[in-house]
């Protein structure tokens, strides 16, 4: 993997998680301060995920300049990769079927991502 690609992949997981943990202050103020249930915390946290990857998907594209469906299945993989390290070593848990499910959907976000970030840059120089 040359250099270029590997900065576009950092780039794209300071996003990400940055994002995520952006998301979940807010997420944390609304539980706090509003009336939010269960269920609407569920789909506002999975919505949220999908944007974040997406983001970063884009960035990574964007930095990348090429291979952008590559760059951002291995953004969101990345990720997937980091959150399930945290859950099994932290919390001595696999991923449910639901949580496999949802990040199978975060890692094509970011590839989608990706491939619109390498889109973005294709008129322009290097």
């Keep these: 993997m040359r250099k ?3 900065t576009a992949l950092l780039y794209g997981w ?14 944390a103020l609304l539980l706090r301060f509003t009336e939010m249930d269960g269920a609407a915390l569920s789909w506002t946290t999975l919505i949220a995920g999908l944007i974040c990857l997406f983001i970063g998907g884009i960035v990574s594209g964007i930095k ?3 291979k952008g469906w590559v760059i951002g299945g291995i953004t969101g993989l990345g990720f997937t990769l980091f959150t399930f390290l945290i859950q099994y070593l ?3 848990q696999s991923f449910s079927l639901q949580q496999t499910l949802h990040h199978l ?5 970011a590839l ?3 491939m619109i970030g390498v889109n973005m840059t294709s008129g322009q120089e290097e």
């Design 14 to 27: 300071v996003v990400v998680l940055g994002l995520i943990l952006l998301t979940s202050v807010i997420l």
């Design 112 to 114: 989608l991502g990706g």
């Design 64 to 66: 990348s300049k090429q």
């Design 4 to 6: 270029r690609q590997f």
């Design 105 to 109: 959907g975060y890692i094509l976000a």
């Design 90 to 92: 932290g919390y001595e």
